[in-house]
């Protein structure tokens, strides 16, 4: 069994940074893709950023140039830096991951994967 926690999150004001980790604990398969997808209140949940194995990453529009997201495959965790952060980035943070080795646009489409982490609440505060 596979679990995915999330940690970093926290208040911080607009402008500043933060630096969330997602651990891949349990029976870990190689991961064909690690992303970050999060939430606001009363929204959709968004894909924000994701990482294929060989490293290629995608961004959203909305943190391209501001969010930089990394992984250490040998360590199953994934990270993304958030950096200048704006009110309108407030919410749940959610880390996933592909191990389904056809599901090979879920990168890049940031489409549902088979993994899920609980979340880490981010709040920017103005």
């Known amino acids: 069994q596979v679990q995915l926690v999330e940690s970093g999150g926290g208040s911080v004001q607009a402008g500043g940074s933060l630096r969330l980790s997602c651990g891949a604990y349990?029976?870990?398969?190689?991961?064909?893709?690690m992303a970050w997808f999060r939430q606001a209140p009363g929204k959709e949940r968004e894909g924000v950023a994701s990482?294929?194995?060989?490293?290629?990453?995608t961004y959203a529009d909305s943190v391209k140039g501001r969010f930089t997201i990394s992984r250490d495959n040998g360590k199953n965790t994934l990270y993304l830096q958030m950096n200048s952060l704006k009110a309108e980035d407030t919410a749940t943070y959610y880390c996933?991951?592909?191990?389904?080795?056809?599901?090979?646009?879920?990168?890049?489409?940031?489409?549902?994967?088979?993994?899920w982490g609980k979340g880490t609440l981010v709040t920017i505060t103005s």
């Open positions: 990482i294929q194995r060989n490293g290629v990453a």
């Open positions: 996933a991951a592909e191990s389904r080795t056809w599901a090979t646009l879920s990168c890049t489409h940031f489409a549902n994967m088979n993994y």
């Open positions: 349990g029976y870990t398969p190689n991961f064909i893709c």
